[in-house]
């Protein structure tokens, strides 16, 4: 049986406390089971993670049905598996058989409240979706929490960056360990600094825009097009322009274009949603 505080055995004579009782102070959801039966233990895995995703918004109690058959009896249990809901003494729902785990997230959610999610999670959610100024503020009472922690300095420093507050987030960067200083998001924000340098000479973006509508296959016009973009935090437009001049003038400048998008990778580091997409695409026109 899982160690989770969170999960339970019932037995006939402890059904009433574990289970009954217990349902007045949470939501509780009994997994009638037994050894020989295979759908219930494909099923257990599901209920134990769910247990722990909620953490304790319900109580999870197990019931061996071959050492408790009277019990198992007393209940009406027919089929195995059989989850029953308890809540506030009274059978609330029940499900028999083998559910995906979406399904038995959905059944727990009309009688359970969903946990919120901690700091941690929401400041993940946040760098997967790029969202670096709503992850902010998380990351600043984060560092406060934990300075020791590197990746949360690398994540604020990032975040620092991405929000126009270069110096604060070079002022973080200094306080890292030398070990830290490899990680791939510093490797990026080195490359950001690097674009911000490159563009300062360039012609801007209204002379750029002009030149290609005037000549579509002015690769150096699109090219420093693109440069300004990453600058800008348009990375999307950016790496479409770069992979245009893969894909039409791979061999213009030795290449460039292709070795950019690689930077821009290590810019926006493996969790951005456009990471992912634009690798594939790169992929897909090299080989």
């Known amino acids: 049986m899982s160690q989770s505080a969170y999960v339970s055995e019932a037995t006939l004579e402890t059904f009433g406390e574990v289970v009954m009782?217990?349902?007045?102070?949470?939501?509780?959801?009994?997994?009638?089971?037994?050894?020989?039966?295979?759908?219930?233990?494909?099923?257990?895995?599901?209920?134990?993670?769910?247990?722990?995703?909620f953490r304790g918004g319900f109580q999870l109690v197990k019931v061996n049905c071959e050492e408790q058959q009277e019990l198992a009896a007393q209940i009406g249990v027919r089929s195995l598996p059989t989850v029953l809901l308890v809540k506030?003494?009274?059978?609330?729902?029940?499900?028999?058989?083998?559910?995906?785990?979406?399904?038995?997230?959905?059944?727990?959610?009309q009688h359970v409240k969903a946990p919120e999610a901690s700091p941690q999670e929401q400041i993940q959610a946040f760098l997967e979706q790029g969202d670096f100024g709503a992850a902010l503020p998380l990351l600043v009472d984060e560092h406060r929490a934990k300075p020791d922690d590197s990746d949360i300095a690398i994540d604020l420093a990032r975040a620092l960056f991405h929000s126009g507050d270069v110096e604060q987030a070079?002022?973080?960067?200094?306080?890292?360990?030398?070990?830290?200083?490899?990680?791939?998001?510093?490797?990026?924000?080195?490359a950001q600094r690097a674009f911000a340098e490159r563009v300062q000479a360039l012609p801007d973006v209204a002379e750029l825009q002009a030149r290609l509508q005037r000549d579509a296959g002015d690769a150096e016009a699109r090219?420093?097009?693109?440069?300004?973009?990453?600058?800008q935090?348009?990375?999307?437009?950016?790496?479409?322009?770069?992979?245009?001049?893969?894909?039409?003038?791979?061999?213009?400048?030795?290449?460039?274009?292709r070795q950019t998008l690689l930077e821009v990778f290590?810019?926006?580091?493996?969790?951005?949603?456009?990471?992912?997409?634009?690798?594939q695409k790169l992929f897909q026109l090299m080989y």
């Open 233 to 257: 935090g348009a990375y999307q437009e950016a790496m479409d322009h770069l992979l245009q001049l893969v894909r039409t003038a791979s061999d213009w400048n030795d290449g460039q274009a």
């Open 266 to 279: 290590n810019l926006l580091g493996p969790e951005h949603p456009l990471a992912r997409p634009y690798r």
């Open 170 to 190: 070079e002022s973080v960067l200094e306080r890292l360990p030398d070990a830290a200083r490899h990680d791939d998001r510093v490797k990026g924000m080195q």
């Open 88 to 109: 506030d003494g009274q059978p609330a729902d029940q499900f028999q058989g083998v559910l995906p785990e979406s399904q038995v997230r959905q059944f727990l959610e």
């Open 21 to 53: 009782e217990a349902s007045f102070r949470q939501p509780v959801l009994v997994d009638f089971w037994a050894d020989w039966c295979e759908p219930c233990k494909q099923l257990t895995p599901v209920l134990e993670k769910l247990t722990e995703e």
């Open 223 to 231: 090219y420093q097009l693109a440069l300004h973009l990453v600058v």
